[in-house]
Protein backbone atom coordinates (compact mmCIF):
# COMPACT_ATOMS: atom_id res chain seq x y z
CA UNK A 1 0.00 0.00 0.00
CA UNK A 2 3.04 2.14 0.05
CA UNK A 3 3.51 4.41 -3.08
CA UNK A 4 6.54 5.86 -4.12
CA UNK A 5 6.86 9.53 -4.52
CA UNK A 6 9.66 12.20 -5.23
CA UNK A 7 10.53 14.29 -2.31
CA UNK A 8 8.49 16.91 -0.90
CA UNK A 9 9.56 20.65 -2.31
CA UNK A 10 11.82 22.49 0.68
CA UNK A 11 9.23 24.98 2.60
CA UNK A 12 10.29 27.94 5.20
CA UNK A 13 8.10 25.46 7.69
CA UNK A 14 9.00 22.82 9.34
CA UNK A 15 6.51 19.85 10.14
CA UNK A 16 6.12 19.66 14.06
CA UNK A 17 4.64 16.65 15.35
CA UNK A 18 1.15 17.03 17.61
CA UNK A 19 1.03 14.54 20.76
CA UNK A 20 -1.40 12.14 20.12
CA UNK A 21 -4.83 12.59 21.26
CA UNK A 22 -7.52 10.07 23.08
CA UNK A 23 -10.63 9.36 20.95
CA UNK A 24 -12.89 11.67 23.52
CA UNK A 25 -10.36 14.40 23.93
CA UNK A 26 -10.89 17.96 21.94
CA UNK A 27 -8.08 17.94 19.61
CA UNK A 28 -6.78 21.73 19.52
CA UNK A 29 -5.18 23.04 16.46
CA UNK A 30 -1.69 25.00 16.98
CA UNK A 31 -1.59 28.07 14.86
CA UNK A 32 0.64 28.32 12.45
CA UNK A 33 0.77 31.50 10.01
CA UNK A 34 0.30 29.34 7.25
CA UNK A 35 0.20 25.73 5.58
CA UNK A 36 3.39 24.00 6.09
CA UNK A 37 5.62 21.30 4.58
CA UNK A 38 8.77 19.51 4.72
CA UNK A 39 11.21 17.53 2.58
CA UNK A 40 10.97 13.97 3.10
CA UNK A 41 13.96 11.13 2.06
CA UNK A 42 10.87 8.50 2.23
CA UNK A 43 8.43 7.66 -0.72
CA UNK A 44 5.64 9.14 2.06
CA UNK A 45 4.43 12.30 1.48
CA UNK A 46 3.29 13.79 4.83
CA UNK A 47 1.88 17.40 5.50
CA UNK A 48 0.46 19.09 8.35
CA UNK A 49 -2.39 21.82 7.60
CA UNK A 50 -2.53 24.10 10.52
CA UNK A 51 -4.95 26.11 11.40
CA UNK A 52 -4.73 29.98 11.39
CA UNK A 53 -7.43 30.13 14.39
CA UNK A 54 -8.95 27.64 17.12
CA UNK A 55 -12.64 26.96 16.74
CA UNK A 56 -15.12 29.09 18.44
CA UNK A 57 -17.33 26.91 20.24
CA UNK A 58 -20.29 26.09 18.79
CA UNK A 59 -23.31 25.39 21.68
CA UNK A 60 -26.21 23.27 20.48
CA UNK A 61 -30.13 23.56 20.94
CA UNK A 62 -31.45 21.28 23.32
CA UNK A 63 -32.99 17.76 21.90
CA UNK A 64 -35.85 18.46 19.52
CA UNK A 65 -39.61 17.41 20.06
CA UNK A 66 -40.21 14.10 19.21
CA UNK A 67 -42.73 14.92 17.29
CA UNK A 68 -41.99 15.07 13.48
CA UNK A 69 -44.34 17.49 12.74
CA UNK A 70 -43.73 19.91 15.27
CA UNK A 71 -39.55 19.18 14.19
CA UNK A 72 -40.59 20.88 10.65
CA UNK A 73 -42.17 23.57 12.08
CA UNK A 74 -39.37 25.12 14.53
CA UNK A 75 -37.30 27.76 14.32
CA UNK A 76 -34.12 25.33 12.67
CA UNK A 77 -36.66 23.48 10.31
CA UNK A 78 -38.59 27.49 9.11
CA UNK A 79 -34.51 28.34 8.27
CA UNK A 80 -34.36 25.61 5.71
CA UNK A 81 -38.10 26.05 4.48
CA UNK A 82 -38.64 26.70 0.50
CA UNK A 83 -34.69 26.80 0.17
CA UNK A 84 -32.63 25.64 -1.80
CA UNK A 85 -29.77 22.94 -0.79
CA UNK A 86 -26.67 23.62 -2.85
CA UNK A 87 -23.97 23.22 -0.24
CA UNK A 88 -22.57 22.22 3.15
CA UNK A 89 -21.72 25.92 3.78
CA UNK A 90 -25.29 26.63 4.29
CA UNK A 91 -25.27 24.86 7.28
CA UNK A 92 -24.48 25.58 11.05
CA UNK A 93 -24.25 23.02 14.31
CA UNK A 94 -27.40 23.83 15.37
CA UNK A 95 -29.12 23.21 11.69
CA UNK A 96 -27.82 19.86 12.01
CA UNK A 97 -28.58 18.98 15.33
CA UNK A 98 -32.27 20.04 14.17
CA UNK A 99 -32.17 18.08 11.39
CA UNK A 100 -30.57 14.86 12.79
CA UNK A 101 -33.15 15.09 15.05
CA UNK A 102 -35.84 14.70 12.66
CA UNK A 103 -34.02 11.78 10.90
CA UNK A 104 -33.98 9.98 14.21
CA UNK A 105 -37.64 10.23 13.97
CA UNK A 106 -38.23 9.12 10.65
CA UNK A 107 -36.15 6.24 10.93
CA UNK A 108 -38.37 5.58 13.86
CA UNK A 109 -41.85 6.21 11.99
CA UNK A 110 -40.54 3.94 9.01
CA UNK A 111 -39.70 0.94 11.35
CA UNK A 112 -43.15 1.58 12.94
CA UNK A 113 -45.58 2.49 10.48
CA UNK A 114 -43.17 2.48 6.96
CA UNK A 115 -44.91 4.96 5.46
CA UNK A 116 -46.57 8.70 6.54
CA UNK A 117 -48.35 11.07 4.88
CA UNK A 118 -46.56 14.31 5.80
CA UNK A 119 -45.89 15.26 2.00
CA UNK A 120 -49.03 14.00 0.32
CA UNK A 121 -49.99 16.05 -2.60
CA UNK A 122 -46.43 16.93 -3.15
CA UNK A 123 -44.50 16.21 -6.26
CA UNK A 124 -40.37 15.36 -6.37
CA UNK A 125 -38.59 15.56 -9.86
CA UNK A 126 -35.21 14.17 -9.81
CA UNK A 127 -33.19 15.63 -12.96
CA UNK A 128 -30.09 13.33 -13.40
CA UNK A 129 -27.32 13.88 -15.99
CA UNK A 130 -25.56 10.93 -14.35
CA UNK A 131 -25.91 7.82 -13.26
CA UNK A 132 -26.93 6.84 -10.27
CA UNK A 133 -28.36 4.02 -7.74
CA UNK A 134 -28.30 5.31 -4.24
CA UNK A 135 -28.93 8.77 -4.12
CA UNK A 136 -31.90 8.92 -6.86
CA UNK A 137 -33.00 5.75 -5.49
CA UNK A 138 -32.78 7.16 -1.96
CA UNK A 139 -34.40 10.57 -2.77
CA UNK A 140 -37.67 8.29 -4.59
CA UNK A 141 -38.08 6.14 -1.44
CA UNK A 142 -38.00 9.27 0.72
CA UNK A 143 -40.29 11.11 -0.71
CA UNK A 144 -42.72 7.84 -1.14
CA UNK A 145 -42.04 7.39 1.80
CA UNK A 146 -43.39 10.83 2.88
CA UNK A 147 -46.33 10.16 1.08
CA UNK A 148 -45.53 12.18 -1.76
CA UNK A 149 -44.54 10.83 -5.52
CA UNK A 150 -41.74 11.36 -7.41
CA UNK A 151 -41.40 11.97 -11.31
CA UNK A 152 -37.90 11.74 -13.07
CA UNK A 153 -35.65 12.33 -15.72
CA UNK A 154 -32.73 10.18 -15.60
CA UNK A 155 -31.49 9.42 -19.03
CA UNK A 156 -30.58 12.07 -20.75
CA UNK A 157 -30.36 10.26 -23.93
CA UNK A 158 -34.37 9.93 -24.09
CA UNK A 159 -35.10 13.28 -23.09
CA UNK A 160 -34.85 16.88 -24.83
CA UNK A 161 -31.40 16.79 -23.40
CA UNK A 162 -30.52 14.96 -26.36
CA UNK A 163 -31.73 17.48 -28.70
CA UNK A 164 -29.41 20.32 -27.27
CA UNK A 165 -32.13 21.42 -24.57
CA UNK A 166 -30.20 23.86 -22.05
CA UNK A 167 -29.92 23.13 -18.27
CA UNK A 168 -31.71 26.15 -17.31
CA UNK A 169 -34.73 25.10 -19.54
CA UNK A 170 -34.76 21.44 -18.46
CA UNK A 171 -34.93 22.25 -14.64
CA UNK A 172 -37.53 25.19 -15.64
CA UNK A 173 -39.76 22.15 -17.23
CA UNK A 174 -39.35 19.57 -14.43
CA UNK A 175 -39.84 22.56 -11.73
CA UNK A 176 -43.47 23.35 -13.78
CA UNK A 177 -44.64 19.81 -12.53
CA UNK A 178 -42.95 19.63 -9.20
CA UNK A 179 -42.88 21.38 -5.93
CA UNK A 180 -38.82 20.63 -5.47
CA UNK A 181 -35.88 19.33 -8.16
CA UNK A 182 -33.44 17.17 -7.07
CA UNK A 183 -30.32 17.75 -9.92
CA UNK A 184 -27.43 15.81 -10.11
CA UNK A 185 -24.72 16.66 -12.98
CA UNK A 186 -21.25 16.43 -14.46
CA UNK A 187 -20.14 20.40 -14.03
CA UNK A 188 -19.01 21.90 -10.76
CA UNK A 189 -21.32 24.74 -10.12
CA UNK A 190 -24.50 23.73 -12.00
CA UNK A 191 -26.68 23.46 -9.93
CA UNK A 192 -26.16 26.69 -8.49
CA UNK A 193 -26.65 27.68 -12.12
CA UNK A 194 -29.89 25.75 -12.22
CA UNK A 195 -31.22 27.18 -8.54
CA UNK A 196 -30.75 30.51 -10.31
CA UNK A 197 -33.45 29.73 -12.88
CA UNK A 198 -35.83 28.54 -10.61
CA UNK A 199 -36.97 31.51 -8.21
CA UNK A 200 -40.07 29.92 -6.81
CA UNK A 201 -39.11 26.11 -6.38
CA UNK A 202 -36.31 25.23 -4.58
CA UNK A 203 -33.58 22.80 -5.34
CA UNK A 204 -31.26 20.22 -3.79
CA UNK A 205 -27.68 19.67 -5.41
CA UNK A 206 -27.46 15.74 -5.60
CA UNK A 207 -23.66 16.27 -7.56
CA UNK A 208 -22.32 18.89 -9.57
CA UNK A 209 -19.00 17.15 -11.12
CA UNK A 210 -16.51 17.70 -8.78
CA UNK A 211 -17.84 20.59 -6.68
CA UNK A 212 -19.99 18.98 -3.67
CA UNK A 213 -22.27 16.76 -2.91
CA UNK A 214 -24.02 17.89 0.40
CA UNK A 215 -26.94 15.06 0.83
CA UNK A 216 -24.69 12.65 1.25
CA UNK A 217 -22.12 14.76 3.74
CA UNK A 218 -25.41 14.67 5.73
CA UNK A 219 -26.10 11.31 5.47
CA UNK A 220 -22.20 10.61 6.54
CA UNK A 221 -22.22 12.87 9.57
CA UNK A 222 -25.85 11.14 10.65
CA UNK A 223 -23.98 7.76 10.34
CA UNK A 224 -20.62 8.80 12.44
CA UNK A 225 -23.26 10.08 15.04
CA UNK A 226 -25.34 7.50 14.87
CA UNK A 227 -22.28 4.42 14.88
CA UNK A 228 -19.97 5.92 16.96
CA UNK A 229 -22.31 8.27 19.21
CA UNK A 230 -20.51 11.85 18.93
CA UNK A 231 -18.20 13.29 16.19
CA UNK A 232 -16.36 15.23 18.35
CA UNK A 233 -12.89 14.37 19.43
CA UNK A 234 -12.41 11.96 16.60
CA UNK A 235 -9.66 11.06 14.17
CA UNK A 236 -11.52 10.46 10.50
CA UNK A 237 -9.46 9.68 7.43
CA UNK A 238 -10.18 10.02 3.89
CA UNK A 239 -8.21 7.61 1.61
CA UNK A 240 -8.20 7.12 -2.28
CA UNK A 241 -9.34 9.76 -5.06
CA UNK A 242 -9.40 13.16 -3.10
CA UNK A 243 -9.21 15.38 -6.01
CA UNK A 244 -12.49 14.27 -8.10
CA UNK A 245 -14.18 13.06 -4.77
CA UNK A 246 -17.13 15.72 -4.34
CA UNK A 247 -18.53 13.61 -1.51
CA UNK A 248 -15.23 14.53 0.54
CA UNK A 249 -14.60 17.94 -0.52
CA UNK A 250 -18.32 18.15 1.06
CA UNK A 251 -18.08 16.10 4.27
CA UNK A 252 -14.54 17.72 5.14
CA UNK A 253 -15.79 21.25 5.31
CA UNK A 254 -19.09 19.61 7.34
CA UNK A 255 -16.73 18.22 9.67
CA UNK A 256 -15.08 21.59 9.88
CA UNK A 257 -18.08 22.41 12.26
CA UNK A 258 -16.79 19.72 15.08
CA UNK A 259 -13.63 19.23 16.78
CA UNK A 260 -12.03 16.74 15.13
CA UNK A 261 -8.49 16.04 13.43
CA UNK A 262 -8.56 14.92 9.35
CA UNK A 263 -6.17 12.75 7.57
CA UNK A 264 -5.82 12.59 4.05
CA UNK A 265 -4.18 9.34 2.38
CA UNK A 266 -4.16 9.69 -1.27
CA UNK A 267 -1.32 9.43 -4.73
CA UNK A 268 -0.13 13.11 -4.66
CA UNK A 269 -1.84 13.40 -8.08
CA UNK A 270 -5.11 12.76 -6.63
CA UNK A 271 -4.95 15.03 -3.41
CA UNK A 272 -7.55 17.46 -1.62
CA UNK A 273 -8.01 20.66 -3.66
CA UNK A 274 -6.15 23.20 -1.84
CA UNK A 275 -9.36 25.53 -1.48
CA UNK A 276 -10.66 22.73 0.41
CA UNK A 277 -7.75 22.41 2.60
CA UNK A 278 -7.90 26.18 3.36
CA UNK A 279 -11.17 26.41 4.11
CA UNK A 280 -11.35 23.57 6.44
CA UNK A 281 -8.28 24.88 7.84
CA UNK A 282 -10.03 28.43 8.40
CA UNK A 283 -12.55 26.62 10.85
CA UNK A 284 -9.45 25.32 13.33
CA UNK A 285 -8.83 22.07 12.07
CA UNK A 286 -6.15 20.24 11.71
CA UNK A 287 -5.29 18.30 8.76
CA UNK A 288 -2.17 15.98 7.72
CA UNK A 289 -1.57 14.35 4.73
CA UNK A 290 -0.09 10.86 3.48
CA UNK A 291 0.65 8.84 0.74
CA UNK A 292 0.84 5.49 2.84
CA UNK A 293 -2.10 4.72 4.98
CA UNK A 294 -0.22 2.36 7.34
CA UNK A 295 1.22 5.64 8.84
CA UNK A 296 -2.72 6.88 10.16
CA UNK A 297 -4.60 3.60 10.42
CA UNK A 298 -4.02 3.22 13.79
CA UNK A 299 -4.97 6.35 15.02
CA UNK A 300 -7.66 6.38 12.88
CA UNK A 301 -12.05 6.49 14.09
CA UNK A 302 -13.42 6.53 11.09
CA UNK A 303 -11.93 5.12 7.85
CA UNK A 304 -13.70 6.71 4.67
CA UNK A 305 -12.66 4.95 1.76
CA UNK A 306 -13.54 6.61 -1.74
CA UNK A 307 -13.16 4.75 -5.23
CA UNK A 308 -11.16 6.29 -8.02
CA UNK A 309 -13.55 7.97 -10.29
CA UNK A 310 -12.65 6.53 -13.79
CA UNK A 311 -14.98 9.28 -15.71
CA UNK A 312 -13.03 12.10 -14.43
CA UNK A 313 -9.70 10.40 -15.97
CA UNK A 314 -8.82 12.05 -19.02
CA UNK A 315 -6.12 9.48 -19.46
CA UNK A 316 -7.08 5.97 -19.04
CA UNK A 317 -3.72 4.78 -18.14
CA UNK A 318 -3.75 7.39 -15.11
CA UNK A 319 -6.46 5.35 -14.04
CA UNK A 320 -4.99 2.26 -14.35
CA UNK A 321 -1.86 3.45 -12.36
CA UNK A 322 -3.85 4.33 -9.62
CA UNK A 323 -6.68 2.02 -9.26
CA UNK A 324 -5.35 -0.33 -6.97
CA UNK A 325 -3.61 1.71 -4.90
CA UNK A 326 -5.16 1.64 -1.70
CA UNK A 327 -7.78 -1.99 -1.18
CA UNK A 328 -8.70 -2.55 2.45
CA UNK A 329 -8.78 -6.24 3.51
CA UNK A 330 -9.60 -8.11 6.83
CA UNK A 331 -5.49 -7.83 7.06
CA UNK A 332 -5.03 -4.69 6.94
CA UNK A 333 -7.60 -3.61 9.57
CA UNK A 334 -6.00 -6.02 12.11
CA UNK A 335 -3.88 -2.80 12.49
CA UNK A 336 -6.99 -0.18 13.59
CA UNK A 337 -8.76 -0.33 16.44
CA UNK A 338 -11.40 -2.51 17.59
CA UNK A 339 -14.03 0.88 17.38
CA UNK A 340 -13.03 2.26 14.11
CA UNK A 341 -15.92 2.23 11.97
CA UNK A 342 -15.50 1.78 7.97
CA UNK A 343 -17.72 4.14 5.52
CA UNK A 344 -17.56 4.34 1.60
CA UNK A 345 -20.25 6.19 -0.23
CA UNK A 346 -20.09 3.76 -2.85
CA UNK A 347 -20.16 2.61 -5.31
CA UNK A 348 -17.06 0.47 -4.80
CA UNK A 349 -14.92 -1.08 -7.31
CA UNK A 350 -11.89 -2.78 -5.54
CA UNK A 351 -10.86 -0.75 -2.72
CA UNK A 352 -13.27 -2.84 -0.22
CA UNK A 353 -12.47 -6.54 -0.23
CA UNK A 354 -15.67 -8.44 -0.11
CA UNK A 355 -14.60 -10.06 3.34
CA UNK A 356 -14.39 -6.73 4.81
CA UNK A 357 -18.13 -6.61 4.96
CA UNK A 358 -18.67 -9.18 7.46
CA UNK A 359 -16.22 -7.09 10.15
CA UNK A 360 -18.66 -5.51 12.00
CA UNK A 361 -16.45 -1.85 11.52
CA UNK A 362 -17.93 -2.20 7.96
CA UNK A 363 -20.80 0.02 7.87
CA UNK A 364 -21.46 1.31 4.77
CA UNK A 365 -24.51 -0.48 3.63
CA UNK A 366 -25.94 0.83 7.13
CA UNK A 367 -24.90 4.14 5.71
CA UNK A 368 -26.90 4.13 2.76
CA UNK A 369 -30.01 3.49 4.62
CA UNK A 370 -29.67 6.42 6.94
CA UNK A 371 -29.47 8.54 4.00
CA UNK A 372 -32.92 7.24 2.85
CA UNK A 373 -34.27 9.24 6.64
CA UNK A 374 -31.60 11.96 6.48
CA UNK A 375 -32.96 12.64 2.82
CA UNK A 376 -36.63 12.13 3.96
CA UNK A 377 -35.68 14.81 7.12
CA UNK A 378 -34.32 17.35 4.47
CA UNK A 379 -37.57 16.64 2.36
CA UNK A 380 -39.32 17.53 5.25
CA UNK A 381 -37.99 20.81 6.23
CA UNK A 382 -37.93 22.20 2.88
CA UNK A 383 -41.05 21.11 1.45
CA UNK A 384 -42.33 21.30 5.67
CA UNK A 385 -45.90 22.26 6.43
CA UNK A 386 -46.52 26.05 8.21
Known amino acids: MTLSSAPVPTSSHKWLPQPKASKHEILEPRPLDSFSTVQ ?8 SWQAASP ?10 SSDP ?18 SVSQFTRTE ?46 AMQRLGGTVIQMTD ?22 ADIVVLRHPEAGAAERAARALPKTPLINAGDGTGEHPTQALLDVFTIREELGTVNGLVITFVGDLRHGRTVHSL ?11 NYVS ?10 L ?14 NLDDCIAETDVLYMTRLQRERFADPNSYERFHSSYVITPRILTRAKDTMIVMHPLPRVNEIAPEVDSDPRAVYFRQMEYGMYVRMALLAMVLGRS
Not at 104 to 126: I, T
Open 55 to 64: QPNRSLSSTA
Open 96 to 141: LHALFGVAQEMRQMVNRMGMLDLLRGRVLALVFYEPSTRTACSFAA
Open 156 to 177: VQTSSVSKGESLTDTVRTMASY
Open 252 to 262: ARLLALYQVRI
Open 69 to 86: NLLVGASQGDRLQHQSVL
Open 278 to 291: EDVASRGVEQREYT
Open 40 to 47: SELPLLRR
Open 267 to 276: PRELSMPSEV
